[in-house]
């Protein structure tokens, strides 16, 4: 790197949503000219992208802040936290400047003003793809910002906005982007991402010189014709998303939709979702996943829950169960009830004991550890295309180990498949067949 050459310190914290916001600031401060640096002490400025959602998130954020002002002095902060800039000035009055989620130009103002850009004639050295923070092989694709749902255990819309969606030329135009630059798989992420379009009435773009449509229909289709696995995350089920099945059950595992659904359902029990004013609550959620397993045997329905929401009864609780153990859904997560501050859900009655809440989410864990268990057994002695993440090396050949993942495993958050005696390349698809299993993960051998 010039010596000469202005450095950027960037930390990034917070989920797949605020990661894309960073790669965005820093393919604009690549372009510009600036170099990015992994430490404090080399920077001339550090920009730190926070998250605000849960309070562990906030004091983890507030915290970096606090060791980039000892390390280094000159701060930066946006993100969401950012969007509540009197808490960071209160507990950081030194840092330079704030500003909320996706504020890009905002940054990028603050950035000029601490250092000027550097004139650089290579700006065609960064990438069309822009600058990734994932690995080579996979990528996050933003699809929209913000959310018209008002959820009340959630502060995503008072920190991000209504639902903004991007226009479909531009998403398809980055999705063929990363495609080209060598990206096997795309995970599509937004707060709502079966609503995508509807803020702009679904209004058309093109792609390739031809006219599609702002939505999610046509937006899956239109990437389901890329040389990749197309990954759906967060998709509330509203009706329409009945007509992405047969999508999915068309492209199986080699390119294209996944049969993978993120959906977080967060409760069973009608009156608990009702307090949660969660979007599309009213479906009848175990019939539609009975007709979506019936069109697509292979799909994959991860969900996330919340155990010990304000007013979850042992009765609501037990509804929750058994929605569980009918529905065997195939990942799951689930949080105990947490304040956040801001949130709506803290001020409704009968909060419930902390112990009474973590007891509740071990009784979720163990039910659906055992579905878990099963389900992958049932794996076991078959076939599966995987995309290869990690290799171990071990102390002899037959110990060495690849870590893939199969079209049921979104990276981070699901299971992987341990490939034994292989060290093969990372973004690699592989063929392989099951031969053993656990409760999260699948062990295989290479087949030809
Ligand atoms: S759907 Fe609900 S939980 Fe999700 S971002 Fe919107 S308000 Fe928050």
Redesign the pocket.
């Known amino acids: 790197m010039d010596i000469n050459q202005p450095k950027v310190g960037f930390v990034s914290l917070g989920c797949p949503k605020a990661l894309v916001d960073s790669e965005r600031i820093l393919t604009q401060l690549k372009t510009e000219g600036y170099g990015i640096v992994p430490d404090y002490d080399g920077a001339d400025v550090v920009v730190i992208n926070t998250c605000g959602f849960i309070d562990s998130a906030v004091k983890e954020s507030l915290d970096t802040i606090g060791e980039a002002l000892q390390e280094n002095g000159k701060v930066i902060v946006t993100g969401c936290l950012g969007a509540d800039a009197d808490k960071v000035l209160e507990a950081h009055p030194g840092v330079l400047a704030v500003t909320g989620p996706h504020a890009y130009e905002a940054v990028m103002g603050a950035v000029h003003e601490q250092l000027k850009p550097p004139h650089d004639p290579y700006l065609d050295l960064v990438p069309p793809q822009g600058i990734k923070l994932t690995p080579k092989h996979y990528a996050y694709l933003k699809i929209s910002e913000g959310?018209n749902?008002?959820?009340t255990f959630?502060i995503?819309?008072s920190l991000r906005g209504d639902l903004v969606s991007r226009p479909i030329g531009d998403v398809m135009q980055e999705a063929e982007n990363l495609v080209n630059s060598g990206v096997k798989e795309l995970l599509v992420v937004s707060?709502?991402t079966s609503a995508y379009g509807i803020d702009t009435k679904y209004q058309t773009g093109f792609w390739n010189g031809r006219p599609v449509k702002s939505h999610i229909q046509q937006l899956s289709e239109s990437l389901g014709e890329l040389d990749a696995w197309v990954r759906l995350h967060y998709v509330?089920p509203y009706p329409h998303v009945d007509k992405l099945i047969p999508l999915m059950a068309e492209n199986a595992e080699n390119k294209g939709i996944l049969p993978y659904l993120d959906i977080p359902f967060q409760h069973a029990s009608h009156r608990i979702l009702k307090d949660m004013r969660?979007?599309a609550h009213a479906e009848k959620v175990l019939t539609r996943i009975a007709a979506w397993r019936a069109m697509c045997p292979d799909i994959t329905i991860r969900s996330t829950f919340i155990a010990g929401f304000p007013g979850e009864t042992e009765e609501d609780f037990e509804t929750l169960l058994s929605f569980l153990r009918e529905a065997q859904l195939d990942r799951v997560g689930c949080f105990a009830y947490s304040e956040v501050e801001g949130a709506v859900s803290n001020d409704l009655p009968n909060h419930v004991p902390e112990d009474e809440k973590q007891y509740r989410l071990e009784r979720f864990m163990e039910v659906q550890a055992e579905i878990s268990a099963n389900k992958l057994a049932a794996k076991v002695g078959k076939r599966m295309r995987v995309l290869t993440d990690d290799t171990q090396q071990g102390d002899t050949e037959a110990e060495d180990i690849t870590i893939a993942r199969s079209s049921a495993d979104a990276p981070e958050i699901d299971g992987a498949v341990y490939i034994e005696g292989e060290l093969l390349e990372p973004g690699q698809f592989a063929e392989v067949e099951i031969t053993h299993s656990d409760e999260h993960d699948l062990w295989a051998k290479l087949v030809d």
């Open positions: 959310c749902h008002r959820c959630c995503i819309p707060q709502d509330y969660r979007p």
